[in-house]
Structure formats: C-alpha cells, structure tokens
C-alpha cells in the first residue's frame, strides 16, 4: 500500500524546498479563510492561481481537481446554514412540526464556505503531488513543529502500510477456508459480522504485537524517539525572497479582497 501521493515532474515547483511550499500553502489558506462571505471575484482569482501554479508544475489542473473531490462531502456539514440564516428568504417548506426557510444570506455563506473548502484542499493536494513525504516530514521537523507530533505522523503513515497488508493477509486467508458449494446457502448476516468482529479482534492484536517488534527494531537501530537528520539545509537566500514576496502578495489579495475586489 502507497500512501505517498507524490508525481514525478521536472520543475521549478518540485525542486523548491519543501519548507517554502508548505508555509506558502499555509499562508495561502489562511489568506482565503479570511476572506468576507461572498467573495467570488476574489475566490475565482485565487483559483485560477492554483490552476495556474498546477500547469507551471506540469501536473495539469484536471489531476489536482479531481483529487480534491475527497473532501467535498465534508462541505454537507455546512447545509443547516441553508435554512438558519434569515437574510433574503428565496422560499419555504412546510413540513408540518416545523417550516424550513431558504435564504439567501444562507445560499452566500453556504457556497463561500464550499468554494473556500475546495480552493484549500486543492493547494494542499497541489503540494502533497510535488512534494514526497519524507520531504514534508523533515520541512515539519526543521519548522520545529514538535517532535512527538512528527514522530507521531511519520510512525502512522509507515504503520498504515503494515496493518493493511496484515488484514489482506488474514482476509485471504479466509476467502481460503471458505469453501462454498454450488447452489448451497450462504451464510447469514449473523454469523459473517460475527466473523468479522473475530477478525477485528485478532487483526488489534496481531497489530499490537507487530508495533512491539517494530519499535524493538527500530531502537536496536539507534531511533530516539525523533528522526536525526544527517546535515542542516538553512533556507537560501532565493528561497528567503520568495517566501517574503509570498507573503507580500497573500497580504495584499486578503486587504484588496476587502477593499476594492466586490462581494455580495
């Protein structure tokens, strides 16, 4: 099992430090977190710099649409908004204990929050694409994020790929004794969820026990509880002015969005 998302491109953007990517990222979501609601001119610029980045990195702008659709069931949780705002009522639903009123105040907010959402994880998903994850791991150390919370990261995604090759294993292995004759009765649903929760079981075990080995190995190996890096990379001066005209320009889209960009 593959976790790293990252796709191999000669460019610019892929050769970057990966400290500068991810403040530029971060930077870059909290300027459209700050937008006011109904910023559409400013959300559709901020778009069309992502595109626009995504086509410099030669990874296209439909590869990282699509892998951002991954969080657009997350925006459901921002429909009530729909029917408890007040503002502008566009119509209602009697539906008999309680009448539910769709506003327009509730349609902006709505669609802000979304096109934010959206617009944010895809930079993020534009960063994970050009940046590989040992990268990411050591911009957070060097970022001095704290070390127990890298550990933590960099233990489940490596963890993530043993325990899913485990439960294959333990699922083959009883598709193997699971003998079926033609035209006989299937088990019930009874009996195949009690199954799985004995494989659930066993699979927690087997795990506890593998993470036991694993941390054995890797102390008999010198780890500290940290991932020790062998030279110090200090940003470069290139690296320096990008980062500041970065931020130059995220604080002057968030103060023009405000000012003279219009919104509804």
């Given at each position: 099992?593959?976790l790293d998302r990252?796709?191999?491109?000669?460019?610019?953007?892929h050769?970057?430090?990966?400290?500068?990517?991810?403040?530029l990222?971060v930077?870059?979501?909290?300027?459209?977190s700050l937008?006011p609601?109904g910023s559409f001119?400013?959300?559709?610029?901020?778009?069309?710099l992502?595109?626009a980045?995504s086509?410099?990195?030669?990874?296209?702008?439909?590869r990282?649409?699509?892998?951002?659709f991954v969080?657009?069931p997350?925006v459901?949780?921002?429909?009530?908004?729909?029917f408890?705002?007040h503002?502008?009522?566009?119509?209602?639903v009697?539906?008999?204990?309680?009448?539910?009123t769709l506003?327009?105040?509730?349609?902006?907010?709505v669609?802000?929050?979304?096109?934010?959402s959206?617009?944010?994880?895809?930079?993020?998903?534009?960063?994970v694409?050009?940046t590989?994850?040992?990268?990411?791991?050591?911009a957070l150390?060097?970022?001095?994020m704290?070390?127990?919370?890298?550990a933590i990261?960099?233990l489940?995604?490596?963890?993530?790929?043993v325990?899913?090759g485990?439960?294959?294993?333990?699922?083959?292995?009883?598709?193997?004794?699971m003998a079926?004759?033609?035209?006989?009765?299937?088990?019930g649903?009874?009996w195949?969820a009690?199954?799985?929760?004995?494989m659930?079981?066993?699979?927690f075990?087997r795990?506890?026990?593998r993470?036991?080995?694993?941390?054995?190995?890797?102390?008999?190996?010198?780890?500290?509880?940290?991932?020790?890096h062998?030279?110090?990379?200090?940003?470069?001066a290139?690296s320096?002015?990008?980062?500041v005209?970065?931020?130059i320009?995220?604080?002057?889209?968030?103060?023009s969005s405000?000012?003279?960009?219009?919104?509804s």
């Open positions: 099992m593959n990252y796709v191999h491109r000669e460019s610019a953007i050769r970057a430090d990966a400290r500068l990517k991810f403040l990222v930077g870059f979501i909290l300027a459209l937008l609601v001119a400013a959300l559709g610029i901020a778009w069309i992502v595109m980045v086509v410099f990195a030669r990874l296209g702008p439909w990282v649409i699509r892998g951002s969080a657009l997350f459901f949780a921002a429909a009530p908004l729909l408890t705002k503002g502008d009522p566009i119509g209602s009697d539906l008999g204990l309680f009448t539910l506003s327009g105040e509730g349609v902006r907010i669609a802000t929050i979304t096109l934010k959206w617009i944010s994880v895809q930079a993020a998903t534009l960063l694409f050009s590989t994850f040992h990268d990411l791991l050591e150390a060097r970022l001095r704290p070390k127990l919370m890298v990261i960099s489940m995604y490596r963890y993530l790929a325990l899913t485990e439960a294959n294993r333990m699922m083959r292995a009883r598709a193997s004794r079926t004759v033609a035209g006989a009765r299937r088990p649903v009874r195949q009690r199954v799985v929760g004995n659930v079981g066993a699979l075990i795990s506890y026990e993470s036991e080995r694993v941390y054995l190995a890797m102390q008999s190996r010198g780890y500290s509880g940290h991932i020790a062998v030279h110090e990379r200090p940003l470069g290139g320096w002015l990008v980062l005209a970065g931020a320009l995220l604080a002057g889209f968030s103060v405000r000012v003279w960009l219009p919104h």
